[in-house]
């Protein structure tokens, strides 16, 4: 599987922008995708992920209300939709997929548990 993320870019302080992640499967309706981000000199954290099924949606607290997952299967496609951006989103966004055939909802917050990542797109927030 291999993911292309795109989307990124510079934003004032209260904007939007929206992420896009496209994957090459076929198959790509079977697989978890979740957002990671990470900042200079920090650890890469979860944001926000969507099932399989597209049922389940779950969002890091620091982005809840703010950011919104979702897909299109007819385009292979997963989108964040990031609102209300500030300084303190500014990070590269990675989209990751992986099947969690079990386990999903102890498993999609690990990027550890996700084997394939799309390169990062940066979104840059200034204050």
């Known amino acids: 599987v291999q993911l292309q993320a795109s989307g990124g870019g510079l934003v004032q302080a209260g904007g939007s922008l929206r992420l896009s992640c496209t994957a090459s499967?076929?198959?790509?309706?079977?697989?978890?995708v979740g957002w990671f981000r990470q900042a200079p000199g920090a650890e890469r954290e979860f944001v926000a992920v969507?099932?399989?099924?597209?049922?389940?949606?779950n969002y890091a607290n620091s982005v809840k209300d703010r950011f919104t997952i979702s897909r299109d299967n007819a385009t292979n496609t997963r989108y964040l939709q990031m609102d209300t951006l500030n300084p303190e989103d500014t990070a590269a966004y990675y989209c990751?997929?992986?099947?969690?055939?079990?386990?999903?909802?102890?498993?999609?917050?690990?990027?550890?548990?996700?084997?394939?990542w799309g390169q990062g797109t940066l979104v840059t927030v200034s204050s």
């Open positions: 969507i099932s399989s099924s597209g049922l389940v949606r």
């Open positions: 499967a076929r198959s790509f309706s079977s697989y978890a």
């Open positions: 990751a997929a992986d099947r969690m055939d079990a386990g999903f909802y102890t498993k999609y917050a690990n990027p550890m548990m996700y084997s394939y």
